[in-house]
């Protein structure tokens, strides 16, 4: 529901952008909402609240909770910038934007810190009228010179390039009075509307008279319903829920943020996490690995109900999790080779409790995923670059390998593979090892924060072959040095959840620009001029239809180019958690359990309420 959305101005001012006044007939008007593709909001301007709340939530108790991803430590307050690691939870119970999401309609967004907003015809420029109420967690008003300051100081040179790219179709962004701001628009697409309706909003005063990648021990100045009472050495972290907090009765709010403190507590390695959760040391634990699941989730304290746990089906789309191979490394240059690195990873035997589903899309769980032959709008869009892409971009749609534990088709698809390596001029040699015309032995690294990251099942099938995978393990300061670097062979990424795919995400994801900017998202050094093309007609699209021909376009150009060794995906949520809340009757389509980093509403821990009695630590 928070800001940390990425979502993206140019021309004359229009004079209903700078007026109150009633617009002419066939003009922009005012609005309380705004739905992607002409869909007409879910919720009228007078309702009440979402339906995936309980508006007379009990407040009060403690949520204690666990770093929700791969940050063991913080050691800043400033989630902006490139360097260190801001600690969980400032985007969720402190940070707002403009506009905040619904979670159970496909792509709108309700007015936050914005009471109204107006969104020219042709999508050039998006206006917003901040909410009179609207304070920070100073006292100060939240005012139009606050909402530029933010705009101008994430899209900077001392921002992280995430925020830059995210941000790159908007043209300027113009204070038109002290609670009015317009931003023009050189993209004019919905990417670009809801990234500015999700940019994120604080402070002028917050590390005043510093360039902003020197604010780092300063506690952000935000409009959030929380503040933050103690940071403990970069290992635990507060936050105290603000009894005035200026938007408690707003429809989009209420029901929300019932917990009067929330608590994070971190932990490096995820046995000790696991039995830290069982002692109750916190409240809600994320379930990732099916092992886990079925085995380390039961016990007494599931049998007599003091622990509970549930799948939390989801209907969002799930993005794709898989092992990134490197281009930049001349030994992921060719396509055969990946191809083959891609058979030698076996589904079924991560799947032995049948809790995944093969990730073969890269929007996996939703209607974006390549269906059958390309579509006339897919072909397009494609036919182009048809002699720069594999020939099965024009037929079915990628299936990853299967082999159903079964011995033989196992042996089929390495053989298959050796066959592959061979053709790409690799033979077996000295060793035992993999080797080129020049003598260099065949053999990556994997990197990873995780400890015992090692499969097993796969350097056992690439040491088959002759291939050596080397596991690095490190820590995860070093790991995203790494990775912002572009300084790695392998590693394990998990593209966010979704309910319409953005294409500003898609482009830090596979876009030629971002392959060479350090400190995005682009891990793969992936450069296609048809990738480049089809995310364009992402961005352009202005219909649902259009949008679902890119996407199922580039789905294929990706999956077929073996850019990635593609794993797997849950299509839930999985979670325990102790017997001391309360819930919602209606539960969203499109939510997540804790991760800060989805995009999605994190549902239990923003509007989940301590029950009656229960223990409330």
Request: net charge neutral.
């Amino acid at each position: 529901m928070r800001a940390a959305a990425l979502f993206a101005g140019t021309q004359a001012v229009p004079r209903w952008a700078v007026s109150a006044a009633t617009p002419a007939p066939g003009e922009a008007e005012w609005v309380h909402a705004y739905a992607a593709f002409g869909e007409p909001p879910k919720y009228p301007r007078d309702f009440s609240h979402f339906e995936y709340v309980n508006p007379q939530a009990p407040k009060g108790g403690s949520l204690y909770l666990r770093n929700p991803d791969r940050r063991s430590s913080f050691d800043k307050f400033n989630p902006f910038t490139l360097r260190g690691n801001a600690p969980a939870g400032i985007s969720f119970f402190m940070l707002e934007s403009l506009a905040t999401g619904s979670a159970d309609e496909l792509r709108t967004m309700y007015g936050l810190l914005a009471s109204e907003m107006l969104i020219a015809p042709d999508k050039s420029s998006i206006s917003f009228r901040l909410h009179p109420k609207a304070r920070f967690s100073n006292g100060d008003a939240v005012l139009a010179a606050d909402v530029k300051h933010s705009f101008d100081s994430i899209t900077g040179p001392y921002a992280s390039p995430t925020y830059q790219t995210a941000y790159a179709g908007v043209e300027r962004a113009t204070v038109l009075d002290e609670r009015t701001i317009r931003f023009d628009l050189k993209e004019r697409s919905e990417d670009t509307v809801f990234a500015v309706g999700g940019l994120p909003v604080f402070s002028r005063k917050w590390g005043e008279g510093k360039r902003f990648d020197e604010i780092v021990t300063e506690y952000p100045i935000m409009s959030g319903p929380y503040t933050i009472e103690q940071a403990h050495a970069g290992r635990r972290i507060e936050f105290k829920r603000d009894p005035g907090y200026w938007a408690r009765e707003l429809p989009v709010v209420r029901g929300f943020y019932n917990f009067d403190r929330v608590v994070y507590r971190y932990y490096k390695d995820e046995a000790v996490a696991t039995e830290a959760f069982k002692a109750g040391e916190f409240d809600i634990f994320k379930v990732y690995g099916a092992r886990t699941w079925v085995r380390q989730m039961k016990g007494t304290k599931w049998d007599d109900g003091r622990i509970l746990k549930d799948l939390f089906p989801v209907a969002t789309g799930q993005g794709l999790q898989a092992d990134e191979l490197n281009l930049r490394r001349p030994i992921f240059q060719d396509i055969r080779v990946r191809q083959a690195i891609g058979l030698t990873w076996d589904f079924d035997s991560h799947n032995r409790y049948g809790l995944f589903h093969a990730a073969d899309s890269v929007f996996n769980n939703s209607e974006f995923a390549a269906q059958g032959p390309p579509s006339p709008g897919e072909l397009a869009l494609l036919e182009p670059y048809r002699g720069q892409l594999p020939k099965e971009v024009f037929g079915p749609p990628f299936v990853a390998p299967r082999t159903g534990r079964d011995p033989e088709r196992v042996r089929a698809n390495l053989v298959q593979a050796r066959d592959l390596l061979a053709q790409a001029g690799w033979k077996l040699g000295a060793g035992n090892r993999l080797r080129n015309a020049a003598g260099a032995a065949f053999e990556f690294e994997y990197l990873t924060p995780n400890e015992g990251a090692r499969d097993a099942i796969w350097q056992h099938n690439l040491d088959k072959l002759g291939i050596g995978l080397n596991v690095r393990q490190v820590d995860f300061a070093l790991y995203r040095r790494r990775l912002e670097q572009y300084d790695f062979d392998i590693v394990t990424i998990v593209e966010g959840t979704f309910t319409v795919p953005s294409a500003l995400d898609y482009t830090s994801l596979y876009g030629s620009k971002s392959a060479d900017e350090k400190g995005n998202n682009n891990f793969r050094g992936v450069k296609s001029a048809a990738v480049d093309h089809i995310l364009e007609a992402m961005t352009a699209a202005q219909t649902l239809p259009r949008l679902r021909d890119a996407c199922r376009a580039l789905d294929r150009v990706v999956m077929w180019n073996h850019w990635q060794v593609p794993e797997l995906y849950f299509a839930a949520e999985p979670a325990s958690f102790w017997d001391k809340f309360g819930m919602p009757k209606v539960r969203p389509k499109y939510y997540t359990i804790d991760n800060p980093n989805s995009g999605q509403i994190a549902w239990p821990i923003l509007t989940w309420w301590i029950k009656p009695g229960a223990v409330k630590g």
